[in-house]
């Protein structure tokens, strides 16, 4: 590692990007040894494959599943994780032949490499994966006659339980539930799967069968609460991983003035790869991929190599993206450029480099991404390319930011009555509900049995719950929030030849006519796109330029349900409508950036009705805020995205789960107002908390903005990863004095400001100038 | 009025002291006391149910047909396909006993002949014997018509009803088992599928796919886990391959107002018997499910009627048949 950091920065194109290099020792391994020895069979199998012991999480993981326990591990990415559950499984299994387990995984792909990892185990039990690409025939052999079934919550939800009578053998003797990536379960997907394994639960004990848990997951900061909350069961932690880590290098990188960091990134990927490193980079954006691969290419020249690096991203064809995974777990592949699909636990093998391109937006990620490379004890080195946005900046201005921040929680409400009652419906049509069934769920369940009876969806009698209707529930509950509806982009000129499929959602802003998309590193072009017909059909054609689409988004009121006064402000919370609409693109040239043409559009808006929360700021606060000379609208923002960012404390959702706008003037309340709403189809009642705990919400925003100690704003303050709007504008102090006049508190300005008597502008270059004499 | 508030409202209600009763549904617990006209209260191992009897005058047709139509099929011979059937037949071989000195499938012919002499409706199932043909094996004795009513479409869902129409003396006789509540489907299937248990042949409409699963299901919901080996025949399956491009559409009604001449009366819809049954159950008024028990009836006896129509045995609409 060392002659390849030398290699980078003796690079004529090498001006001093490191900004900072974090060395992180290595770690020796720590072995453990099983009190009964494992099942012969099994052994047979790990000294074949040259495992002679076992790490210590993973033989901690096994003694506490013999002895009946529940189970949560939470050890680093490729630290033998898998182990953890399928040793104890099968030695189990092998002991038991009538047993069965059930293994759990967030999509299908990751449900597919697992299915490998047991063949290679080369018992004789009977597994299979079972989701919506099974075969029927392969079906009903899996359900009749499996030991271990892998599939996915949908499948689970959607295929399995509602048909349970059919499963009754594999449900009767039910003994393991694995729950791989249970960090992937959290906001309003995790609380679905909440309710679908509390329903498992429920089908398993009317069997008779009381399965055990085997939870594992990524770093996050609160596991085993986490785990407890999604299982309703508790759960042994096993943290002490005995894995080995290589000596890593952790470098910050920031990319000169004008240089766009695609083209930094790439050059560093044929770096890498042309002194035969492989290496694997993460990009946040699909197409960003894409552009990447083709500057890659193109830097390398030399055909051997430049064959050699591919892209990896949703929307591949399965079977493109099997044959990616697999070029790149036998080496074949030096180098890959990915979005966060790689990720996840799919085994991709030794790989030496690591590039994050722009923060992926939690510290968890980060460290999933980082932990792709240096397994097995290898030295390893991973580059953070930083992009023009505040958190990067704010990474690179803070360099123990990065090392020193806490993973995030993984939040999730099971007790949310929105997402609860699809599942009480699903449940009662898999068996009628009675009494015994209410501790698994709390008192919002027995409330909605009430509920749902007076609509006459249930029938009670004698302390039963009946389902009553023909409906089949199960099919009109989708437990994640993204469209299921795909668009098919083909190929004109070769018959129609299907290329990728992509989400509806996706489609309008990646596929507009006369958009340029990039597949394997060639270039299309869309001549059409037909939602209704979920098709876009595009030509091959080598443009040098990329587009980009334009948005208008729009926020309006449909209804107030409640409003109040908040300290002589008015909130509200009701039903709000949000319209996006893609309004037109511009074209850009591929190295250069510059603006070539562009063209308007005309497609469909892209409305979500939803739930929402909002304040607007009595006029005269708002004229104060702008006679002190600060900026409004940064305040307003910024108090947008600090409450965003709280407001998972007190509805327990994932700030994915929510989305907000603030305007200095809105048609509809006649003043500066800030929307707060829930991201799905709906609502869920997260936002209409923040109505009811404002106070105590705003208080909390207070707290962290004034209490962080940056000076301009940070990710822990008033930052969003996932802002349309780049993080801009941003106004601190603005916001500060804006909570004060929302909480009804006398606002006076920070000492350190000087005059009260000095705008904005100068105050900022007092600031600067303060600095530097320092 | 969100969510939230609707949660409050049941819980503040269900707080206080006097709670009135939802409408409809009376007070007292429930106490099996009615007893439907033409019914009454039986026991079985797993409690109480109502049987309802009922007898028809005359029999049902009972398509005739000898075992020759079966060995006719000279497909039933392993490795004889299409073509060569097509070639056997040139050569004038008309039947499976035909075939039993053939030096090439003549070992083959013996052993369907195997199955045919000892009865082994089964084995020439799996051969791929028609099961209208295989009817020659039964006489109308051997055969009971199934029909049941449910609460849903899928087997999670619990039956109330099952109905049953065999020979009886020169007449039909109908068995309909009925649960009052949803406690007494265990009942009633027990009762019932002791009754099946004694006939070899089961008849239904759309049975295959619906009511012999549907019952089976139930029964691995109570844990009694019936099987039922019976000859079945699926009076839809034919009544399609007949009348499929002649009529609108194959429903029983159908068939029973074009084929039969007959039209009912008030007859309740399908879609509709869910939810009568469990507003049946709330109010406890026989007069709510007088109709579906009607409507089962009235099914069971359609089906018995077509029996002989609705198979190829009988005559078609407006279908030549082709004389060999």
């Known amino acids: 590692m060392e002659k390849l950091l030398e290699k980078i920065t003796s690079h004529p194109q090498y001006r001093g990007q490191i900004v900072h290099v974090e060395k992180m020792p290595p770690r020796g391994p720590r072995y453990g040894q099983p009190g009964d020895p494992l099942h012969p069979l099994i052994e047979d199998v790990l000294r074949k494959r040259g495992i002679d012991r076992l790490y210590t999480h993973q033989v901690t993981a096994l003694e506490k599943v013999r002895r009946g326990k529940s189970i949560c591990v939470v050890t680093p990415t490729a630290s033998g994780k898998s182990m953890c559950y399928n040793l104890p499984v099968l030695d189990s299994l092998l002991r038991n032949p009538g047993q069965t387990a059930l293994y759990l995984f967030p999509t299908k792909s990751l449900g597919q490499d697992q299915l490998e990892g047991l063949q290679d185990f080369d018992l004789r039990l009977g597994f299979g994966v079972y989701d919506g690409d099974t075969p029927d025939g392969e079906k009903a052999a899996l359900r009749d006659g499996a030991n271990i079934i892998i599939t996915n919550p949908d499948m689970l939800h959607r295929g399995i339980m509602p048909n349970h009578l059919k499963w009754h053998r594999f449900f009767s003797n039910l003994k393991y539930v694995v729950i791989d990536e249970l960090h992937n379960y959290r906001g309003v997907f995790g609380t679905h799967v909440a309710h679908v394994i509390r329903r498992l639960r429920r089908i398993c004990r009317n069997y008779g069968s009381d399965p055990r848990f085997i939870l594992c997951s990524a770093t996050i900061a609160n596991p085993g609460e986490h785990a407890c909350r999604l299982t309703g069961l508790p759960a042994d932690l096993v943290d002490d991983n005995g894995a080995p880590r290589g000596p890593l290098k952790f470098v910050l990188w920031r990319p000169p003035a004008h240089t766009p960091y695609i083209r930094e990134v790439s050059w560093l990927i044929s770096l890498c790869v042309q002194s035969r490193y492989r290496t694997i980079a993460f990009s946040r954006a699909r197409q960003v991929t894409e552009r990447i691969l083709r500057f890659t290419r193109r830097n390398i020249g030399d055909p051997r190599f430049a064959g050699r690096v591919l892209a990896y991203r949703g929307g591949y064809l399965a079977a493109d993206r099997r044959r990616i995974e697999e070029a790149l777990f036998k080496g074949t592949l030096l180098g890959v450029i990915s979005t966060n699909a790689l990720e996840l636990g799919i085994d991709v093998g030794d790989l030496e480099v690591c590039i994050i391109a722009g923060f992926p937006g939690t510290i968890a990620s980060t460290w999933q991404q980082a932990g792709r490379v240096g397994r097995g004890g290898k030295e390893a080195l991973v580059i953070f390319v930083a992009v023009e946005t505040p958190i990067d900046q704010y990474f690179l201005r803070n360099t123990g930011a990065l090392f020193a921040s806490p993973s995030e929680r993984a939040l999730i409400d099971p007790g949310n009555p929105y997402i609860m009652m699809g599942h009480v419906m699903c449940a009662a049509h898999e068996y009628p509900v009675t009494p015994d069934d209410y501790p698994l769920w709390n008192e919002t369940f027995t409330g909605l049995l009430s509920l749902l009876e007076e609509d006459g969806d249930l029938v009670r009698s004698e302390g039963g719950y009946y389902f009553n209707g023909q409906v089949y529930p199960a099919e009109r509950i989708n437990i994640r929030s993204s469209s299921s509806s795909l668009v098919h982009l083909r190929d004109a000129g070769r018959g129609n030849r299907l290329v990728e499929a992509i989400d509806e959602s996706a489609a309008l802003s990646e596929v507009y006519p006369g958009a340029v998309y990039t597949h394997q590193g060639e270039t299309y072009v869309v001549r059409e796109l037909d939602l209704e017909a979920g098709a876009a059909l595009m030509d091959r054609q080598d443009v040098d330029y990329y587009t980009m689409c334009g948005r208008d988004k729009k926020t309006e009121i449909i209804s107030v349900d409640r409003s109040r006064d908040l300290n002589g402000h008015r909130l509200y919370t009701g039903q709000l409508k949000v319209t996006t609409r893609v309004t037109g693109y511009v074209k850009k040239h591929e190295r250069t950036g510059q603006v070539l043409g562009g063209g308007s559009l005309d497609l469909p808006e892209r409305v979500l009705e939803t739930t929402g929360t909002w304040v607007v700021l009595d006029e005269e606060a708002a004229a104060q805020v702008k006679e002190r000379g600060l900026h409004l609208m940064g305040g307003l923002h910024a108090v947008e995205h600090a409450a965003i960012g709280l407001l998972p404390l007190f509805s327990m959702c994932d700030r994915n789960d929510l989305g907000g706008l603030s305007t200095e003037h809105h048609r509809q309340t006649g003043g500066a107002t800030v929307f707060i709403h829930d991201a799905c189809h709906g609502g869920v009642g997260f936002s209409e908390k923040g109505y009811d705990e404002a106070e105590g919400l705003l208080e909390a925003v207070l707290e962290a903005v004034m209490s962080c100690r940056c000076q301009a704003g940070c990710p822990s303050c008033i930052f969003s990863p996932k802002c349309s709007n780049f993080n801009r504008p941003l106004d601190k102090e603005a916001a500060v004095m804006i909570l004060h006049l929302l909480l009804g508190r006398p606002y006076s300005p920070p000492a350190a400001a000087g005059p009260v008597t000095l705008g904005g502008a100068d105050r900022e270059r007092l600031k600067k100038a303060l600095r530097t004499l320092r | ?324």
């Not at chain 2, 009972?62 to 060569?84: C, I, Q, S, T």
């Not at chain 2, 003549?106 to 002949?113: F, L, Q």
């Not at chain 2, 094996?137 to 899928?154: A, H, K, S």
């Open chain 2, 1 to 324: 009025m969100s969510l939230f508030q609707r949660l409050d409202e049941i819980k503040n209600r269900t707080a206080a002291p006097e709670r009135p009763a939802p409408a409809g549904e009376p007070a007292a617990p429930f106490r099996e006391t009615w007893v439907p006209p033409g019914g009454r209260e039986e026991n079985s191992p797993f409690g109480k149910y109502i049987l309802l009897e009922d007898s028809e005058p005359g029999g049902f047709p009972f398509p005739g047909g000898g075992r020759e139509a079966v060995l006719a099929d000279l497909k039933l011979v392993r490795g004889v396909g299409p073509v060569n059937e097509a070639r056997l037949r040139k050569l004038g071989f008309s039947s499976v006993c035909d075939l039993t000195d053939h030096p090439r499938w003549g070992d083959c012919a013996r052993r369907v002949m195997e199955l045919a002499d000892g009865c082994d409706v089964r084995g020439l199932r799996g051969l791929g014997a028609g099961d209208w043909d295989l009817l020659s094996y039964f006489g109308p004795e051997d055969v009971v018509f199934l029909d049941i009513e449910t609460t849903g479409l899928w087997a999670s869902q619990p039956l109330f009803l099952i109905g049953l129409l065999f020979k009886s003396g020169d007449g039909m006789a109908v068995r309909q088992f009925f649960a009052r509540h949803y406690r007494e489907e265990k009942a009633v299937l027990a009762a019932a599928n002791e009754v099946i248990q004694r006939f070899k042949v089961i008849v239904s409409y759309n049975g295959k796919r619906f009511d012999i699963q549907y019952i089976y299901g139930r029964s691995v919901a109570h844990r009694l886990f019936y099987s039922y080996p019976h000859h079945h025949v699926d009076l839809l399956y034919h009544a399609r391959r007949k009348f499929g491009g002649v009529l609108p559409d194959c429903r029983l009604a159908t068939l029973e107002e074009r084929l039969l001449n007959f039209r009912r009366e008030g007859d309740i819809p399908g879609h509709l018997i869910p939810q009568t049954y469990h507003r049946y159950v709330r109010q406890r008024d026989p007069e709510i499910i007088r109709p579906v028990i009607e409507h089962n009836r009235l099914d069971l006896l359609a089906m018995a009627r077509l029996f002989g129509i609705a198979g190829h045995g009988g005559p078609g609409i407006g279908e030549k048949r082709s004389v060999k």
